[in-house]
């Protein structure tokens, strides 16, 4: 008989948590699936299009208050496709910090979000349907503020959140647009904070140029 080996309780849970991170954050990666609709059209000019380019610092919540995360910042941009009320958007970003640990999936990811808009009541609220979760969402007639809630579809009860809250600033004369994706751990009617992004974005439209915008440097 072979004596069998015990490991210590706080090695186990130590072992549990990591466990527990990789399958929750593997479920927000990007996969080989698309999860892009596809479209027999190809259309260049079919809407109105913006491209945001930003940034976006992470915090974690801990003991009551939130504390920086560098090494999970990203850089990210956005492809807001305007189809008068029906919005599509394709959002890649980019962990670029050399002490990411990859817990929230590949270091480069692509999102999809579709948001169709409708009058109700007199305030303009929309569906939302993404890549990482379905929703609603609700703005004013301009689309300058604007706050979109989203559920993880089918969340595993370990997962420390399973609901998304982004809250979207536009300031179009400024050229810039402010958003805080927060990830919330939802149960009975009570939240409890995860993570949250802190994002900034200039906007970027079409436009026509005087001369080539960079030139190679001897």
Known sequence: MFAKKIIPMKRLISFAIVAILITVYGCSRSTGQTTIPFSRSLELEDTYTIIWNGISKAYRYEDGQWVRAENYDYQFDVIQKRYEN???????????????????????????????????DGKVQSVVRSSIGDGTGKTDTEFREAELTMYVPKPSRFMPYNKFRITQHYNYEAGTLTETVELIKEKDGKETPFMKNEETAL????????????????
């Open 203 to 218: 906007i970027f439209i079409k436009s026509k140029l005087e001369k080539a915008p960079t030139t190679f440097k001897q």
């Open 86 to 120: 029906n919005w599509k958007s394709i959002k890649s970003l980019h962990r670029i910090h050399p002490d990411y640990d990859g817990k929230a999936g590949e270091r480069d990811q692509t999102m999809y979000f579709e948001l169709t808009y409708q009058l109700v």
